[in-house]
T-cell receptor, first 116, second 108 residues
Framework: DAGVIQSPRHEVTEMGQEVTLRCKPI?????LFWYRQTMMRGLELLIY????????DSGMPEDRFSAKMPNASFSTLKIQPSEPRDSAVYFC??????????????FGAGTRLSVL | GIQVEQSPPDLILQEGANSTLRCNFS?????LQWFHQNPWGQLINLFY???GTKQNGRLSATTVATERYSLLYISSSQTTDSGVYFC??????????FGQGTELSVKP
């Protein structure tokens, strides 16, 4: 398997623009997670899905952020409008059901977002 | 929520040296993982270790759940071990809480 695939790897945009980050989980994995990594806050969970349904979005910072999982093989994280403080590395991770009790999550390479 | 503290925050080693990284957590957990983030940003699972001891090559980890800490041992360090080591814990559902990491630099 190719692992968790995220696109784009790098995104540079201007303040106020809409940004869409994409994630393809490992085939057969039932759980998908979105994390954000910044110097100030470290790695923090934004939202996670089980069988395409959002389970916990308490980490989503504000209404400008939204995440969807229309099917088992694709998820998006959207920021609209983007702000400079959204600059960070955004990671997607997935986990198979059997491994979830062990929280074994497999991470993508991340998307480095810069909002100017 | 659970608090996760890692120490030391930074560590510089000469190639071949050994090191111990520590992770303290504030509540009982049923899951604990160690990750390595390499200089290119990739997060790699090292160990799933809610309790006990595991070894994988030059790396080993021990978790003492009753005392709420875990240790990651790196022996005979190599330059490729450089990067940031994260401890992450969980006690409900799929949520993982990450520590702030230990940044390791191994010099040739």
């Amino acid at each position: 398997d190719a692992g968790v695939i995220q696109s784009p790897r790098h995104e540079v945009t201007e303040m106020g623009q809409e940004v869409t980050l994409r994630c393809k989980p490992i085939s057969g994995h039932d759980y998908l997670f979105w994390y954000r990594q910044t110097m100030m806050r470290g790695l923090e969970l934004l939202i996670y899905f089980n069988n395409n349904v959002p389970i916990d979005d308490s980490g989503m910072p504000e209404d400008r952020f939204s995440a969807k999982m229309p099917n088992a093989s694709f998820s998006t994280l959207k920021i609209q409008p983007s702000e400079p403080r959204d600059s960070a590395v955004y990671f997607c991770a997935s986990s198979p059901w059997l491994a979830l009790a062990k929280n074994i999550q497999y991470f993508g390479a991340g998307t480095r977002l810069s909002v100017l | 929520g659970i608090q996760v503290e890692q120490s030391p925050p930074d560590l510089i080693l000469q190639e071949g040296a050994n090191s111990t990284l520590r992770c303290n957590f504030s509540d009982s957990v049923n899951n604990l993982q160690w990750f390595h983030q390499n200089p290119w940003g990739q997060l790699i699972n090292l160990f799933y270790i809610p309790s006990g001891t595991k070894q994988n090559g030059r790396l080993s980890a021990t978790t003492v759940a009753t005392e709420r800490y875990s240790l990651l041992y790196i022996s005979s360090s190599q330059t490729t071990d450089s990067g940031v080591y994260f401890c992450a814990v969980g006690n409900q559902g799929g949520k993982l809480i990450f520590g702030q990491g230990t940044e390791l630099s191994v010099k040739p």
